[in-house]
């Protein structure tokens, strides 16, 4: 207890250098822990993307390619599914809802997605939220849309406006060579913002995609004046005849994988189901290696970081000659000597550690609101995980380790000084 | 006096640095208990070297240094760092004081490290002791000051009140006068001398000064009693 009163007392005497010291090690860790919690948290929220989903049914193919269309908009179907089988699907016993979607429109390089009610409905992400409205209310007519957040800020479109939807996918910001022009769309609301792959898309019904290609044969477009008239259609006389993919609940997790096997087995038509959250995982490590480049860099800061209280505690020894010949004289033996600059070593990186923590959840705790509003992650403000805890541990050590280095040149120090010192 | 056990008895030390030249080669010296003994030297007579051997500092020397009775060679170098803060007092020339610390602090110190010192308080709170040493050295209204806003003179008194705290049985003062000017030398002497006798401690004092000799109970020149060099 001497000791640690000891090496306090004679931290605090030093308050510039240790609170550098204290300040350089505190932000390295802050550093170490939040690209922790961002990499957790851009885990999550993509692993997160879609939740509650059992099952992703489409057209057989690539898995990867399916997920990539049906969750981000991303890339197209090769092969749509008809309606039938949907609702064959629909309907199993063991399937609690579905969500249809039907692909392949856009408007100004946003995704245009034929779906029906269940998808305000049951559609869910980041666990358990679901699609509300900033404004306005869900499409219930043919020729209505509703915009993803990010498409109503982007092309500053409110409700009422008239859109014109593309036939076929353009990029962002450019015209389709074929529009649906004759069929406009009213905006009947704006989705709220969800920092997904949702608020990239336009909203219409199922059969406001049959609605737009009514007319049309073998891909293109009705002669000019042999069009069907928009006013002639209603939700009513529309069929759909197929949709692009579908998103499936069971009513049990066990029954998932039976389903799963079922699907991919169905003789009527060639079908995949995957299951979103492993193909999420298969995804993201492919492209999670820049977070271990991420962590090396933040291994560095902390190196430099305790290279600094190393320097610190280094260049204070000649300055505290004086100190330890005292100390040797009334009775401190090397032991002491060298335990007290190792406690100092220590209480500087556990001080450090302390406010690396406190800065990381001060910080997150005021920006996590304007992260997750700009960039779609969020970054939770939970104890630090299994590997931040082994991180803080690693640097006290370290700093413990480290506290060797100055305390033996002190213990040499006192051994040739003895006491007498030369000043 | 010569019937009283001594505090310091060497016989046929000889000390140097590695293999460096023969710093001390003292064939026979000795202060008995409860002396007051001046030891003076011009600088690089060994005073500092032979203090360091006395305290149990420097080891690796021949010859017999009994301190206090105990032969230091025989002990190991944790039982002679406790029994230098158990049984030693020690003041230096300058800057004896930890400057981190209060007055108060810097005076309990040893008292804080060795349990055994502490013991020898025989139960009186460290703080009241340290109070009544200041007291008798007239610091105590010093205690609870931080040590950088002292005089010399003062750190001085405070070093010498640290020394004394615990009653060792002998005080080792390496030049403490020297950065005084005259007055106060004498007045710091007188204080530690009524110190050590209400303690009961054996006081030798190092010092190339001599102006002071006089007030001791026996005066020895260094050079004389040192045969290294000769």
Redesign the interface.
């Known amino acids: 207890m001497v000791l640690l009163s000891l090496a306090y007392h004679s931290l605090k005497n030093r308050v510039l250098t240790t609170t550098l010291t204290v300040f350089s090690i505190g932000l390295s860790i802050a550093l170490l822990i939040g690209v922790e919690n961002v990499r957790v948290g851009a885990r999550e929220s993509f692993a997160n993307t879609i939740s509650q989903t059992d099952l992703i049914v489409g057209a057989r193919g690539g898995s990867l390619q399916l997920l990539l269309y049906s969750v981000f908009r991303i890339g197209a179907a090769t092969n749509n599914i008809t309606y039938q089988t949907y609702e064959h699907w629909k309907n199993h016993p063991a399937v609690a809802w579905t969500i249809p979607y039907s692909l392949g429109d856009s408007h100004r390089g946003f995704r245009v997605v034929g779906t029906d009610e269940n998808f305000y409905t049951h559609y869910r992400y980041r666990r358990d939220r679901s699609i509300t409205f900033e404004t306005g209310r869900l499409p219930q007519d043919v020729f209505e849309v509703a915009l993803g957040s990010d498409v109503a800020r982007t092309l500053g479109y409110k409700t009422g406006d008239k859109v014109v939807i593309t036939h076929g996918v353009a990029a962002a910001g450019g015209r389709g060579i074929l529009d649906h022009g004759d069929k406009p769309f009213t905006v009947s609301g704006v989705l709220a913002k969800t920092a997904t792959p949702v608020d990239r898309s336009l909203y219409i019904q199922l059969e406001g995609i049959s609605a737009v290609h009514i007319d049309w044969t073998d891909g293109a477009p009705p002669l000019p004046g042999e069009e069907v008239p928009a006013a002639k259609i209603t939700k009513q006389s529309m069929k759909v005849d197929q949709i692009t993919s579908f998103l499936l609940r069971s009513k049990s997790r066990i029954d998932t994988l039976r389903l799963q096997r079922e699907i991919s087995t169905y003789t009527e038509e060639p079908l995949q189901a995957i299951i979103p959250g492993l193909t999420l995982q298969e995804l993201w490590r492919t492209i999670g290696y820049a977070e271990d480049a991420l962590t090396v860099v933040t291994f560095f800061v902390i190196i430099v970081g305790l290279l600094g209280m190393l320097v610190s505690l280094y260049t204070s020894l000649n300055e505290r000659r004086r100190e330890m010949a005292i100390l040797r004289a009334i009775g401190a033996g090397p032991f002491k000597i060298i335990s007290l600059l190792v406690l100092e070593s220590f209480l500087l990186s556990v001080a450090g550690c302390v406010l690396g923590v406190g800065l990381v959840y001060g910080l997150s705790a005021a920006f996590q609101p304007i992260i997750e509003q700009h960039f779609g992650l969020y970054i939770p403000i939970q104890p630090p995980t299994m590997t931040g805890w082994i991180y803080l541990g690693a640097v006290a050590v370290a700093g413990l380790i480290i506290g060797f280095i100055p305390a033996w040149k002190a213990y040499r120090n006192t051994l040739s000084d003895g006491l007498s010192v030369r000043l | 006096m010569s019937e009283a056990p001594s505090a310091i008895r060497l016989t046929d030390l000889h000390f140097s640095y590695g293999k460096g030249p023969e710093i001390l080669n003292i064939p026979s010296f000795e202060v008995k208990a409860g002396e007051k003994v001046f030891l003076f030297g011009p600088s690089g007579s060994g005073k ?1 070297t032979l ?2 051997v006395l ?1 149990g ?2 080891g690796g020397y021949t010859g017999q240094v009994e301190v206090l009775g105990r032969d230091v060679a025989k002990l190991s ?2 039982q002679r ?2 029994f ?3 049984h ?1 007092g ?1 003041i ?1 020339q ?8 209060s007055v108060m ?1 810097n005076i309990t ?2 008292c ?3 349990a055994e ?1 502490r013991g020898r308080l025989n139960g009186t709170p460290m703080e009241q002791a340290a109070h009544a040493v200041a007291k008798r050295l007239g610091i105590d209204e010093l205690l609870g000051k931080r040590v950088t806003n002292l005089s010399v003179g003062q750190q001085q008194r405070v070093a010498a009140a ?1 020394s004394l705290l615990g009653t060792p049985e002998l005080i080792i003062a ?1 030049e403490p006068t020297s950065s005084l000017d005259y007055d106060h030398r004498e007045k710091f002497l007188e204080l530690l001398f009524e110190s050590c006798k209400a303690a009961e401690s054996t006081l030798l004092f190092v010092s190339h000064d001599r102006s002071l000799m006089h007030l001791f109970d026996r005066q020895l020149s260094l050079p004389e009693i040192n045969k290294a060099g000769a």
């Open positions: 500092t203090l360091g305290a500092v420097l170098g944790s760092d406790a230098r803060g158990s030693l020690y230096f300058l800057f004896n004081l930890i400057p981190y610390l602090e110190l040893p804080r490290l060795s010192r640290r390496d």
